[in-house]
């Protein structure tokens, strides 16, 4: 059954791969529906339906990058995205589909094309259904309905999209992942964990998944998740809760680096970062020891990040601009109070392991399109 489900959709890879933009008849399936172009106009705008008449528009911004756009009788953005957010049209090694990124750069849903009606769509949603997602995630693209539907916690999610990199060989900083592929027979660290290189399949999945997890709730019983500390209260979920957090960020860290401070610097990181940062901000330091060069690339500090700035720092003007579930954005103004500098500057943050915890840093100062964490996954070929 497993090698009959991975050739039946390396065939519809294969196939799909002819295809070089979107083509007025094409269909994406996206896990639960199947959308049909059923409209370009000037070549740039693509207007999609499914039976169940729901909708998604795109306006072509470059080759191979969208966006959503409000469409005809559709009040709401769907997939519980925003207008605005980018759709990347994924043309390479025998793939093609689409990809909704969130505005840090993860993808949230894919949407594969496919030959197939409404009713096969449904059977090879099924057929997928059947293989474990141990054994899929690095050779099927995963979706998040079968996420939903096949995995049940948040430390499971953790565990799968870690699982893409333990294949490779990745060498692990946290001792949990350590401990726990340890176990597995297959596994074999590398030496270096640049020499790495994903496909654009394992690629997108370990994005999916960790907007999955994003969404999803600590599970206060896993211990490497929590740290023993059990989940807030829904009340935490709010935009003060929010803002409080990031002043608390901003105080915890003009007391670590005041002068006769003895505070350690890497603490910052293990109580205000999420755990994937970290686990970027550690492969980063692997790959390169003359942190300098690293703060060139990057526009970060060597202890902390803090955007090259000095202490003391003060975050003025904490606008919470978006809050759904288990993931906030917000902007602030960021003034160097020594010198009188300033910049805007735009946090996204996780709820995880009980609290609210920085998951990217956008500058706009150093470049309005990208992100510290995504210009740090680049650096380490992720």
């Given at each position: 059954m497993k090698k009959t489900i991975f050739l039946m959709l390396s065939f519809?890879?294969?196939i799909s791969a002819q295809a070089q933009t979107i083509r007025l008849g094409q269909k994406f399936w996206d896990g639960e529906s199947l959308y049909t172009v059923k409209e370009i106009r000037m070549g740039k705008y693509v207007y999609m339906t499914t039976s169940q008449d729901n909708e998604l528009t795109l306006e072509k911004v470059k080759e191979g990058e969208y966006k959503i756009i409000p469409s005809r009788q559709a009040d709401d953005c769907p997939f519980g995205a925003e207008f605005g957010w980018k759709v990347q049209h994924i043309r390479q090694e025998g793939e093609n589909f689409l990809a909704i990124h969130k505005p840090n750069?993860?993808?949230?849903w894919t949407m594969a094309l496919t030959t197939n009606n409404e009713k096969q769509c449904e059977e090879m949603q099924e057929?997928?259904?059947?293989?474990?997602?141990?054994?899929?995630?690095?050779g099927i693209l995963l979706n998040r309905a079968y996420l939903q539907s096949h995995v049940a916690t948040k430390s499971e999610l953790r565990l799968l999209r870690n699982k893409i990199l333990a294949y490779h060989g990745y060498?692990?900083?946290?001792?949990?992942?350590q401990d726990y592929f340890g176990k597995v027979s297959w596994y074999k660290p590398g030496?270096?964990?640049?020499?790495?290189?994903?496909?654009?399949?394992?690629?997108?999945?370990?994005?999916?998944?960790?907007?999955?997890?994003?969404?999803?709730?600590d599970d206060p019983t896993d211990e490497s998740l929590s740290d023993g500390v059990e989940a807030a209260p829904h009340e935490d979920w709010t935009e003060e809760a929010v803002?409080?957090?990031?002043?608390?960020?901003?105080d915890a860290v003009n007391e670590t680096f005041a002068e006769g401070s003895n505070q350690n610097p890497f603490d910052l990181d293990k109580r205000f970062y999420s755990t994937y940062w970290n686990e970027v901000y550690d492969a980063v330091n692997d790959k390169e020891s003359n942190v300098t060069s690293v703060e060139e690339r990057l526009f970060v500090d060597d202890l902390h990040w803090t955007a090259g700035m000095e202490t003391p720092l003060e975050a003025r003007d904490i606008k919470v601009e978006l809050l759904t579930g288990t993931t906030a954005e917000a902007t602030l103004t960021l003034v160097d109070v020594g010198h009188g500098s300033r910049q805007k500057v735009i946090l996204s943050l996780d709820y995880e392991r009980g609290i609210w915890r920085i998951s990217n840093w956008l500058e706009k100062s150093h470049d309005p399109s990208g992100s510290i964490l995504v210009k740090m996954e680049k650096y380490i070929g992720l």
């Open positions: 519809l890879a294969v750069g993860d993808v949230m057929m997928m259904g059947q293989e474990e997602p141990w054994n899929a995630v690095n060498r692990f900083q946290s001792k949990d992942l030496k270096d964990n640049n020499a790495i290189k994903l496909n654009i399949i394992e690629k997108t999945n370990l994005q999916l998944i960790k907007s999955e997890e994003a969404a999803r709730p803002a409080g957090q990031i002043r608390k960020y901003f």
